[in-house]
């Protein structure tokens, strides 16, 4: 039985997280900015999964989260920074306060949650750090500069805590999805309102659903995949950079042509 923590595990992929992990009969702590609905464990009665609020910009919640892993658990084996929020926008629309929002969530809460438990991790010689990035954070499309950057930037940090951590006995995973149906254009910020609407039309479009990558998720990290890229679109998107720079640039800049015809 394996001891999992997940943020944003109320909703999207964080909530197939938590009730894939749940049905395997593993203990789960879904943590969330969201209020629990209710307090301990929550239903179904036959499975162990306990919500506490967790906001990943506060020091103060992760080091309460971790007290309370320590008292109830004494250890870790999976903590998945999930938590994240969508944004962007072109660079000249996308303003200083949009990107020091997107950084505090998106790379900051995940480097929070590192540091909150590698030291136990470390002390106990195993667990695993998860940290959902995006095929933003591989291939980068314009129109999307600040959220391109912080999910590059958790890809570059989950690469390094893995080689840090190998010695310990500690693996770190980054999951590179590309869009799939979820609730996070919830909380796309942003003046760029044109882009946004563009993009919350592919996430409405795609075929695919959070409990599609949860799926591909947790048979990674089961594997000791160290970067996941859990569906095809991303896995052709990836490939086309790595392998057809030339057409990929192309496309790219197709792209932002088609977004200076939308001024």
Not at 195 to 207: D, I, N, T, W, Y
Not at 241 to 256: F, I, N, S
Request: with cysteine; glycine share 10%.
């Amino acid at each position: 039985m394996s001891r999992v923590l997940v943020t944003g595990g109320a909703s999207g992929l964080g909530a197939a997280v938590v009730s894939r992990y749940a049905a395997r009969g593993d203990q789960v702590l879904s943590a969330d900015l969201s209020e629990p609905r209710v307090a301990g464990t929550t239903s179904p009665p036959d499975r162990s999964v306990v919500e506490r609020r967790l906001d990943v910009t506060s020091e103060a919640d992760w080091e309460d989260t971790r007290a309370w892993v320590e008292a109830e658990w004494g250890g870790l084996d999976l903590l998945f920074n999930n938590a994240g929020v969508a944004g962007g926008g072109r660079i000249d629309l996308c303003s200083l306060e949009e990107w020091h929002w997107i950084l505090e969530v998106n790379l900051l809460g995940v480097v929070r949650g590192t540091r909150a438990f590698v030291p136990m991790m470390k002390a106990q010689g195993s667990g695993r750090i998860v940290n959902t990035a995006s095929l933003a954070g591989l291939v980068h499309p314009p129109g999307m500069g600040s959220y391109n950057a912080t999910k590059a930037a958790v890809v570059a940090f989950s690469e390094t805590a893995a080689h840090e951590l190998a010695p310990y006995g500690v693996g770190c995973t980054a999951v590179c999805p590309s869009y799939f149906r979820t609730n996070l254009m919830t909380s796309l910020r942003g003046a760029d309102t044109d882009l946004a609407e563009h993009v919350g039309r592919l996430v409405e479009k795609s075929p695919i659903t959070a409990d599609d990558i949860a799926q591909a998720v947790v048979e990674g990290v089961e594997r000791g995949e160290e970067l996941i890229v859990p569906d095809e679109p991303a896995r052709a998107a990836y490939d086309a950079k790595l392998h057809h720079r030339a057409a990929y640039d192309e496309q790219m800049r197709a792209t932002a042509a088609r977004l200076k015809e939308r001024v």
